[in-house]
């Protein structure tokens, strides 16, 4: 079966700090992994993709095959920052079907 | 428009009530997802429609849940008999792809906030 765990249901660092997301996987093939982003009034919405290996918003993720773990990461943290952040799976080549983790809730303090 | 529309935005209604949640996706979009999110959890996957087919309604809970497409655009999800359980955000997502072209990028809509008194 297909899960994603994201163990901080909250984390609220300083602007300027680093922070990092967790998340971790479970899936016995190979599947792709995503962060979506949920900013206060907004739509669910792509921040980064594995696949992709793209930097958005300084934010960066690196899928661990060995912890089975796809962590968010920011050397500097923003308030614009502060929003609902979900890590995701989709089996590769199969349907786009996404498996959501329960989320993370950032708060960026100034 | 330009992005997915969801109607209702809200909805109460009583227990045992039959109701109707409308998605239309992004114009071209040939994949249409619904998804339910209750308070404190993740998107939970329902279904998947791939044109006017259910390419996979693994997701939907007991046979009270269904969705149609019927023309391959937008989606309605019928819920019978509605339960206290029920109330949560019922989300639709629409993309391009479909056939293996596996992207991940959902565009979703606001969400429907049901409610079930």
């Known amino acids: ?110 | 428009g330009a992005g997915v529309s969801q109607t209702p935005s809200n909805k109460v209604t009583e227990k045992g009530k039959y109701v109707e949640l409308r998605c239309d996706p992004i114009s071209g979009h040939t994949a249409l997802y619904w998804y339910r999110q209750s308070l404190g959890q993740g998107p939970e996957f329902l279904i998947y429609f791939q044109g006017t087919g259910a390419a996979d309604d693994s997701g939907l809970p007991n046979d009270r849940f269904f969705a149609v497409r019927p023309e391959g655009s937008v989606s309605t999800l019928k819920i019978q008999r509605t339960e206290r359980g029920d109330s949560a955000v019922y989300l639709c997502a629409s993309s391009l792809g479909g056939g293996g072209l596996n992207t991940g990028e959902l565009f979703f809509g606001e969400g429907s906030r049901l409610t079930v008194l």
């Not at chain 1, 016995?28 to 900013?39: A, H, I, R, T």
């Not at chain 1, 792509?46 to 050397?75: C, M, Q, V």
């Not at chain 1, 995701?88 to 303090?109: C, D, H, I, M, Y």
Request: charged share 25%; net charge positive; with cysteine.
């Open chain 1, 1 to 110: 079966a297909q899960r994603v765990t994201q163990p901080e249901k909250l984390l609220s660092v300083f602007k300027g700090a680093p922070v990092e997301l967790k998340c971790n996987y479970s899936y016995s093939g190979s599947p792709e992994l995503f962060w979506y982003v949920q900013y206060s009034r907004q739509r669910l919405q792509l921040l980064l993709r594995h696949i992709s290996r793209e930097s958005i918003k300084g934010f960066t993720a690196d899928l661990n095959k060995g912890e089975t773990s796809f962590h968010l990461k920011k050397p500097f943290a923003q308030e614009e920052d502060s929003a609902m952040y979900y890590c995701a799976l989709t089996p590769r080549g199969g349907s786009e079907k996404l498996v959501f983790g329960k989320g993370t809730k950032l708060t960026v303090n100034p």
